[in-house]
């Protein structure tokens, strides 16, 4: 029986349910805030709304290296929650903030020197490519704060006490709509910045949910409870330790992100109208994937819990609990969006045409956002037992098919986007396959971390 005080986790829906809705709710405000920063921007300029599609993902890019190492944290902790040892976690966690710094630096002076390189060269407008430059520069110092923001998900949720996430969130989310209102158009004594007010509003937003979630948790006495703050010494086991379970999850992460890079730089040679609408495209995707990824975060959590507690045959069993409710509430969030698509189009104010070219791309979206609720899941799943470098391979196998349809629908017999956008089928498709199969085999059950 687990106690109230317990680190460890049952298997049941309530528990599914407890450890999901407050990382739902986490990962659910950054996608608002993505979308209020591109409604405000589509209102600006249509210019600027196309832009932020390929500087967002390029941002993403590094925010997903930062959820990979924050992936492989979680799986550790919540091992170590699992077997109950709680004087671990804070040595862990302490290790971690090390290389998410390490990190975050190289990926200031990759954006700053390598990518106005590489991005003068793909973009095909000169003048896309120099504003997409001048908003990295400023959005990527933004970096350090995100990083260490997203170790809380790894502590709080590897700890099942993911309640307190909504704290750190609600704060960034209010900070981002006031100063984007103020940044983008000028409001309330400050310039009128445009595009480049939007990365000067993200980077406090995030410096924002960093300060309070860590003042929650100092609050909260849950940094004394795993002396999260006395472990600051350089661990040299730890690190590789973190570091053999978090590089394949970084690289997979970064990969995956790369690609949609790619995608969002074959949908730029479509025009101005194409990237706009894929832009919307990745803020619906993002919206409803929230209750998807953070419903798989908790897969992963709660699968290393109960493997740490040596409940192996419960793993199948539990994956199946949680598709039962992602893929039940992807269906009626789809069947909403295919009914009322209008409707959240005119949110970013764009004409009439605009919305008309859209509706088939939302079609095609939806679709793979119901592929993605169980798809997402099963990869988690094997996330969560250890093998990381499993995960990888999946990943890169899938990307590489993923890659040469995008390549050929879009470049090489230039096809309308909406073919394009069903990459995304061939995508999940695959990632479900594959993740079943590996968990079937059951040669997860010897891996030891």
Same mark, same amino acid.
């Given at each position: ?6 680190? !460890?986790?049952?298997?049941?829906? *309530? ?15 950054? +996608? ?14 249509? &210019? ?38 709680? #004087?671990?976690?804070?040595? =862990?966690?302490?290790? @971690? ?52 923001? +997203? $170790? ?5 949720? @590897?700890? /099942? !006490? ?41 980077? =406090? ?19 004394? *409870? ?14 590789? +330790? ?18 949609? #890079? ?10 101005? &109208?194409?990237?706009? =609408? ?37 793993? +199948? ?33 764009? /004409? ?58 879009? &470049? ?9 956008? $069903?990459? &995304? ?16 085999? @059951? ?7």
């Amino acid at each position: 029986m687990v106690t109230l005080n317990s680190l !460890q986790v049952e298997t049941t829906y *309530r528990q599914i349910i407890k450890l999901a809705l407050p990382i739902s709710f986490a990962m659910l405000i950054p +996608q608002f805030n993505f979308i209020t920063t591109n409604i405000f921007l589509g209102h600006y300029s249509q &210019e600027s709304l196309a832009i932020s599609g390929i500087t967002g993902v390029y941002y993403l890019i590094f925010a997903m290296i930062g959820f990979g190492l924050n992936n492989g944290l979680q799986a550790l902790i919540a091992r170590r929650a699992g077997e109950n040892r709680p #004087e671990e976690i804070g040595k =862990i966690f302490s290790q @971690g903030i090390y290389i998410a710094i390490v990190i975050a630096i190289a990926g200031i002076i990759l954006t700053w020197f390598l990518a106005p390189v590489i991005l003068k060269e793909v973009i095909h407008s000169p003048g896309t490519a120099e504003k997409a430059i001048g908003f990295l520069k400023i959005r990527i110092w933004g970096l350090v704060f995100l990083y260490i923001y +997203q $170790m809380r998900n790894a502590l709080l949720v @590897g700890t /099942n !006490q993911s309640r307190f996430l909504v704290f750190g969130t609600l704060a960034e989310a209010i900070a981002n709509i006031i100063f984007d209102y103020s940044f983008i158009f000028g409001h309330f004594g400050f310039p009128e910045m445009g595009l480049n007010g939007a990365a000067v509003a993200s980077i =406090i937003a995030e410096f924002t949910g960093m300060f309070v979630i860590f003042l929650v948790i100092w609050r909260k006495g849950i940094s004394k *409870r795993f002396s999260l703050f006395s472990h600051f010494n350089w661990n040299g086991p730890i690190i590789k +330790q973190v570091l053999s379970i978090s590089t394949p999850l970084i690289f997979q992460l970064a990969v995956s992100l790369i690609s949609w #890079e790619f995608f969002y730089i074959l949908i730029e040679h479509h025009g101005q &109208e194409a990237l706009a =609408i894929s832009n919307i495209m990745r803020n619906i995707f993002g919206l409803v994937g929230c209750v998807n990824w953070a419903f798989a975060a908790t897969t992963a959590a709660m699968v290393s819990n109960i493997i740490g507690q040596g409940l192996h045959e419960k793993v +199948q069993s539990l994956i199946l609990k949680v598709i039962s409710i992602t893929t039940t509430s992807s269906i009626i969030i789809c069947i909403f969006l295919n009914l009322f698509p209008q409707t959240l189009l005119l949110a970013f104010g764009q /004409n009439e045409s605009f919305n008309q070219h859209a509706v088939p791309v939302i079609r095609v979206v939806t679709f793979a956002m119901m592929l993605m609720s169980f798809s997402t899941v099963w990869l988690n799943a094997v996330t969560g037992t250890g093998n990381s470098r499993i995960t990888f391979l999946i990943e890169i196998v899938t990307i590489t098919l993923y890659s040469i349809y995008i390549w050929l629908v879009l &470049e090489k017999f230039s096809l309308a986007i909406t073919y394009g956008w $069903m990459s &995304e089928w061939l995508y999940w498709i695959s990632l479900f396959i594959f993740s079943w199969l590996y968990i079937r085999s @059951g040669k997860w059950k010897t891996k030891v971390i």
